[in-house]
């Protein structure tokens, strides 16, 4: 009988014994577990590029990062003059080719170098200046109609016209509303150089 309650003992003592054991060991993994985690926090991260940048900062040599606000203007670009007449109240567009002292300037320097217009679009391959003017745009026309073909008169500042075009386009061709139109004492009023090649184009 007492042989049994001690083999009894000592089985529950081992039992105790692995489970406290077990309870350490586990402990030990969390601990190693939680090192590994910090020194991976802790480790500095690197590649290529943050090599190369220190080795350019260590030579001395100036590094800077690319920013998409440094757009400049390229040598095909095209300049577009927009000027606002108060008089009549139009716009026309004027088409530039770029200056060279434009080429790979930035938008904030395009804004010092034309202080008195406004910037109204800026892109590597377009610039838009705005400005507003007193008086009349002076590119106000008049189509006619003279020995049944289209004349353009230039309307002046005082009313009066001049002429500006003799065409070689025959007005009998024209479209019945038109025709009727260019043979009126006003004829049809066209405003801006765009505007005019535009409705000649679709009269010829």
Excluded at 17 to 45: H, M, P, R, W
């Amino acid at each position: 009988m007492k042989e049994k309650i001690i083999v009894g003992i000592i089985v529950i003592i081992v039992f105790i014994g692995a489970i406290f054991t077990a309870v350490l060991i586990k402990k030990e993994q969390n601990q190693n577990k939680n090192n590994k985690l910090s020194s991976v926090e802790n480790e500095a991260v690197t590649d290529e590029c943050t090599e190369e940048y220190e080795l350019l900062a260590k030579s001395g040599e100036n590094v800077k990062p690319v920013n998409s606000s440094d757009e400049k203007v390229s040598s095909n670009s095209v300049l577009i003059l927009k000027k606002y007449y108060k008089e009549c109240k139009h716009t026309i567009n004027e088409y530039v080719e770029t200056p060279p002292e434009l080429v790979n300037m930035t938008q904030e320097e395009v804004k010092n170098e034309y202080p008195e217009w406004e910037l109204i679009g800026f892109s590597s391959r377009e610039v838009t200046l705005y400005k507003e003017f007193e008086g009349s745009c002076g590119e106000h026309f008049s189509l006619k109609e003279e020995d049944g073909k289209v004349v353009i008169y230039k309307v002046l500042a005082d009313g009066t016209e001049k002429l500006y075009e003799k065409t070689e386009i025959i007005t009998e061709y024209l479209p019945l509303t038109d025709l009727l139109q260019i043979q009126s004492e006003k004829g049809i009023q066209v405003f801006g150089k765009e505007e005019l090649n535009k409705v000649l184009e679709d009269f010829e």
